[in-house]
């Protein structure tokens, strides 16, 4: 049986705004991603979720909070976001995703660690919640990693066509697990 996910990006946040990366730091979200979050809920409100995993980071947890409160959340750090180890909390500038697919960032993680998570979540998704559609809502990294791993792309293509650089944002992307 096929399970559904769904994936929501967290909404925005103070660091978002100000440039900064956040990474494993906890940060938390603006006025305007919290008002984003309620309308994203709005726009999903006839879509079901039979459960939503979140991020242990507060800005995911907030999100799916305010767009979902009634459905039923778990935490799972395996979706969190990259660890940009000593440019957490840095200018975003600094972040730059296609020189760290191989190479962690300076005392923390790669783009290919990311997806070792990723990947065992999936795993334990395939386990567990066959034939269910799941709600995530997360982070960058790691919904690139859901495009490398379900669409069976390189991090080079999922980095090229990401819609953060492509300015596509859409009310949730869907993957499906085989």
């Known amino acids: ?13 103070n660091d978002n705004i100000n440039g900064k990366c956040s990474g494993w730091k906890q940060a938390e979200l603006s006025d305007l991603g919290k008002e984003r979050a309620i309308k994203l809920g709005q726009i999903k409100k006839n879509t079901h979720l039979d459960i939503i995993f979140t991020s242990d980071l507060v800005r995911a947890i907030d999100s799916a909070n305010l767009a ?78 859901f495009e490398v791993l379900t669409k069976n792309i390189s991090w080079e293509e999922a980095n090229k066509t990401e819609w953060r650089k492509t300015k596509a944002w859409q009310p949730g992307w869907e993957y499906i697990i085989e």
Do not use: W
């Open 1 to 13: 049986m096929k399970t559904k996910v769904i994936y929501f990006v967290h909404g925005t946040t």
């Open 68 to 145: 979902f409160p009634s459905v039923k959340h778990i935490q799972d750090i395996r979706l969190r976001e990259c660890n940009y180890g000593d440019l957490d909390g840095k200018d975003k500038s600094l972040v730059i995703y296609e020189e760290h697919i191989d190479k962690p960032f300076p005392n923390g993680e790669s783009l290919k660690d990311v997806e070792k998570r990723v990947k065992d979540f999936i795993q334990f998704l395939k386990k567990d919640y066959q034939g269910k559609t799941i709600g995530i809502v997360a982070h960058r990294a790691p919904q690139l990693a």
